[in-house]
């Protein structure tokens, strides 16, 4: 049998974001193989080619094998030989996750699986009323151990046939050193993630939000100033749909962990984990919503929530002027959602993660059996 | 004599059956002087002069061989089929209830049956009383004495050395109707643990089929305590691993579907020098002298240097294996039985004026496409696929239900109802003839039936629209003969299952 390893499977484009963290922490900390465990359909998704990159320099960096499979069958003929610890950033029942679920529900005893959660609001974690109206509220995971945000208690979307695998880690996310002190492209940052469901399932909010878009940056242009427009990586839906793009806005397109999010001035986002990203660069942070207030917001209460212009402009004129307002509700708002945030904390709550996943027993052979039955002697 | 098998697609032509039943004597009929060829049931064609004298059907089963048995038996010839896996035992399985129908069916036009074993035999004979059977063994591959005798040596000298054992699980690991394959290589995986106990590591290689890798499958085999490599089945791989295993992995458990299974599996590993060992079912007592059923016995035997296989038992293999499966005396056999079926005048029967087949819920179009191909006529039923160009179908509107005609179909009416054809357009865009069903047969309840848009499409309507349809076509083309084509087993429920050989009749 092999050496152990740990193995990280990427399926959807935004996986790389928060595996990358964890394999760079496992490749520096333990003593493992580390191997990509790479999905036929990532590749497919990926059009641009950009995430075969990154993949690749990842896999270099890390010195990592990549394992492309093609179905559960070749999934399984790969891992057979091998043992450790299996994550995965998007796993669950919901058909779209199949291809790593189905490697989980395959994958050999001696494999400890671990399904991470990918966002502050996570199918099967905490879950918003767009998400239990698109994937229902009783999402499952195969993993033996989901690693979470957030305790227990505050996970209010995991079912109760899955809590007794919780684990909880704090986000991967801190754990990412993006370079800092660049110089910024534009003054402020807008994220749009319009492929979700948070603005389709309850009434199409894809509109209001653009329209609004193109009316702050009219604003911006009338200054001479610029905004950058940072489109969801597995979404891209902007470029998807070849929307055109005011003169003044500039496309930030790097993956996370290659923007300097401390460069910009301040952030707006509708309801989305970016948010939070934000936030933890300490850059003042606005949450867009429907002017109906139909959005299900409510785990992001406690931050500035903007639905109309006045609103926009003024959000604008406090985070340049005052922006220590703002960054005082933010740091409270991340108090009080009780999440591991500090990187040293998160990384050993992560490292024991991936030490427990390296220990699992696996099937004896005759010379142990030999062994152990001289020593019962 | 010109033989034919007939199988249902190109796919097919690669399969172990194929293979192993009927290419290992295709180059011994040929010596004896036959002509001995298979082809796929879509090259049978009116338009294409039947070229055999015999044609045996295999692994066809759905209506398209029922249909092509009508047309070569109108034809004068002989019609067989040949029957290596149990689907028709199993009389409580609903499930099956269309392999049934179709044994039933395929039984008024059989001349004669092969099959693979004594309990196959018996199996079909019930579905079948009247035609003769015949047991054609699965013929082994030749092999060299000599080779399996040192190749046996070779590996047991080697397990004892390296206390390994190398065993090959090889086979088809799914169906879609019973548990076996992976499932059976799971279930008996402890036997493999033993051989731990024992002393000697295991490592496990599994030949299987691409499809039998779904989740369940492996979730199945995941479960097994000893290491494997799982690898796609193919012939060549087959060979090889045989060869290099010391012991073929051959479980077997009780259902029916199981223990009608041919030696086949135990003979091939044998003629390529693997030991075996087979717990569950007994299925391969005729080979006991050369057939583990414990890990201990194997065990016992191989430290104790007196394999079943081995130099010394090689002579008493070759003389039990020219009893099961010897492909000279295989074909010898079957040739004394085909003839004495040619020469058997087959039984005279009433004429069949037309033939039609009636799609049902889940019927293949390639069903369709042969009716048309040998000049029969493809029906509609409410349930079946709108689009397809049928040469009968009923369309309701609002003056009422009218029976369309393709040309094929009006050449077959009873002459009373050619005057009362109108011209119309079916659904599919062809132009057809129709009838009144109100005009023609005042009052049939079929008019009512299709008229109810809540009753035209259900399960519980089935039979009943069935049997209306059926009943208008007798009218309309008296004499004609219905088959029904579905693969969705809770509509054939509708027509009962009664003692096999017993068929009830749509019309």
Known sequence: MSRRHVVFILNLLQDVNIVRPLALLAAESIDVDIALLVSDRFLLRDKQGVWKDEVEALARRVTAEIFIYEGVESAYRWLSDKYGALFAASESNLSAHYEVHDVFRTAPAGFVKITLQHGLECVGFLQNREHDKAHGEAVRFAADLVAGWLDGPRLTSMAPSERAKLVVTGPGLVLQRPPTG???????????????????????????????????????ASEGKKVALRPHPGGQYVLKNKLSLPGNVVLANEPIYRTDLGAFRYGVSAPSSVVL???????????????????????????????????????????????????????????????????????????????LGSRRWSPPGAAELRQSSKHQR | MRISVVAPSEQYMALAGVRIRYQRIASRLEAAGYTFDIKQISEIDRRVPLESDLYIFSKCYDARSVLAATFMRSQGRCVGIDVFDDYFDQTRDSELIRHREWLRAMGEFCDFFLCSTPRMHDVVARYLPHAPGHILNDPFQTYNVKDVARLAQEKAKRAIRDRRIDVLWFGIGDNPNFHVGLKDLAAYGDHLQQMIRRGFDVDLRILTNRRAMTVEGLQSIGRLSVPH?????????????????????????????????????????????????????????????????????????????????????????????????DPERESEKLIGFLKAVVETPAATKAPISSVGVIHGVRSPVDCHKAAQRLGYLSVASPMSPPKWNYDVRFVFDQDGVHAQFSGAAKVALASEFLYQLTPGVSPAGKDVVCLSIKTVLPGHPLEAFMSDADQRSQISTYFGAMHLIGDVLSRLIPGIRLHLSELESPYWLAFGDEAPGKRMRIQ
């Open chain 1, 182 to 220: 660049s110089q910024s492209v534009a003054e402020g940052l807008v994220c749009e993630n319009l492929h979700s469901v948070r603005l389709s399932a309850s009434g199409d909010f894809r509109v209001s939000f653009m329209d609004l878009f193109f009316d702050f940056c009219e604003s911006l």
């Open chain 1, 277 to 355: 990203d934000m936030v933890l660069a300490g850059i003042p942070t606005a949450v867009w919503a429907d002017c109906g207030g139909v959005m299900d917001t409510r785990h992001y209460e406690g931050l500035t929530f903007i639905t109309s212009m006045a609103d926009w402009q003024a959000f604008r004129r406090d985070a340049l002027e005052r922006p220590e307002m703002i960054l005082e509700r933010q740091a409270r708002y991340v108090r009080d959602l009780g999440m591991p945030v500090e990187p040293q904390d998160v990384r050993a709550r992560f490292l024991n993660l991936m030490e």
């Open chain 2, 229 to 325: 490599v799982l690898q796609e089945w193919s012939v060549e791989r087959e060979d090889e691993l045989l060869t290099r295993s010391l012991l073929a992995f051959i479980p077997v458990n009780g259902q029916s579907f199981s223990v009608a299974k041919s030696l086949n599996r135990a003979v091939t590993a044998l003629t390529a020098s693997a030991q075996i060992l087979s717990p569950g079912y007994p299925l391969y007592k005729p080979l006991e002298d050369f057939v583990y059923d414990t890990a201990d016995a194997f065990i016992d035997d191989l430290e104790g240097g007196k394999m079943k296989l081995r130099r010394a038992t090689t002579a008493a293999l070759a003389k039990k294996l020219a009893v099961w499966g």
